[in-house]
């Protein structure tokens, strides 16, 4: 094995002892969540441990947070839609309201059986995104459950698969670049068809002869600050995440996690930006 492949197994196996070792929230989908359209293609089951979103011809489905949250961990175990998922995407975000929102997003955007499923990400600062970067996975996202997760505080906003950091956006205020400070977000998750773009750039048409697709959740857990009325109450104590910065090992890691499996970064298409890459890209 190369050097490389050796630190990806290490980062690996330490996610993983992490995720074995992590308490277990059961019964709180009904508790946390609504299922806000869809028409019944959105369940919560099994005494509200597992949720399910579906998707047909006529719909798909999607569900929010009850609560609003400003700082903290969030994670979630989905399962993806398994099979022929070309044209489905799954989303998985955090977003507050108005027209200078910010947003934190996952994406999932299936594929023809076989072929990989791509992971979008972006973040909005008052309502401008353009911050688009797309990773391959190591697992068959469909096959089994995995965790992805968020983690926002005032130094950064990461990205995590597994526990794995993918990718960071760092707090540069100070260079003028807007960082999601004041306002709230509440979690959403939608299931819905975007044959028009989502694979190959929308080449691959849904097969609807597979419906309905379905994804799953399990084991959501936040551990953050949730805002009521605009005051938010944090965990007690002073919570791991909350003062969580990257030290540069960290940060080397992710770069080596980032070079075997990003497949886009809007920092590098230059086709994109001829008047030069947003501000942000210049700064490490
Ligand atoms: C689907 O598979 C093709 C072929 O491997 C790949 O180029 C593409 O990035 C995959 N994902 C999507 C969402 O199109």
Redesign the pocket.
């Given at each position: 094995m190369d050097r490389h492949s050796t630190l990806i197994l290490s980062i690996l196996l330490n996610a993983l002892t992490t995720t074995f070792f992590s308490p277990v929230y059961a019964g709180t989908f009904d508790r946390e969540f609504d299922i806000t359209w869809g028409g019944g293609r959105g369940k919560v089951l099994n005494n509200g441990e597992l949720l399910t979103l579906s998707l047909d011809r006529a719909s798909g489905s999607g569900f929010q947070s009850k609560k609003e949250y400003l700082f903290g961990k969030i994670d979630m175990q989905i399962k993806l839609v398994p099979g022929n998922s070309a044209g489905t995407v799954t989303t998985y975000y955090l977003k507050s309201k108005g027209d200078t929102w910010d947003e934190i997003d996952f994406e999932f955007?299936?594929?023809?059986t076989g072929?990989?499923?791509?992971m979008h990400t972006n973040v909005y600062t008052q309502g401008k995104g353009d911050r688009e970067q797309q990773f391959h996975l190591w697992f068959d996202p469909t096959a089994d459950f995995h965790t992805y997760s968020v983690l926002w505080n005032h130094h950064h906003i990461v990205f995590l698969v597994d526990g794995i950091p993918i990718r960071q956006f760092k707090n540069l205020e100070h260079r003028r670049i807007p960082y999601p400070i004041m306002q709230p977000m509440r979690l959403y998750s939608s299931l819905w068809n975007a044959d028009q773009w989502?694979?190959?750039?929308g080449l691959?048409k849904t097969d609807w002869s597979k419906a309905p697709f379905t994804a799953s959740y399990r084991n959501f857990r936040a551990d953050a600050c949730v805002s009521y009325t605009g005051k938010p109450s944090c965990p007690a104590g002073s919570p791991r995440w909350l003062s969580h910065r990257f030290d540069l090992t960290a940060e080397n890691n992710m770069r080596v996690v980032q070079r075997k499996f990003m497949?886009y970064n809007y920092c590098t298409d230059s086709k994109r930006f001829p008047q030069g890459f947003p501000k942000e890209c210049g700064i490490h």
């Open positions: 955007l299936g594929n023809l072929d990989p499923y791509v989502a694979t190959r750039g691959v497949v």
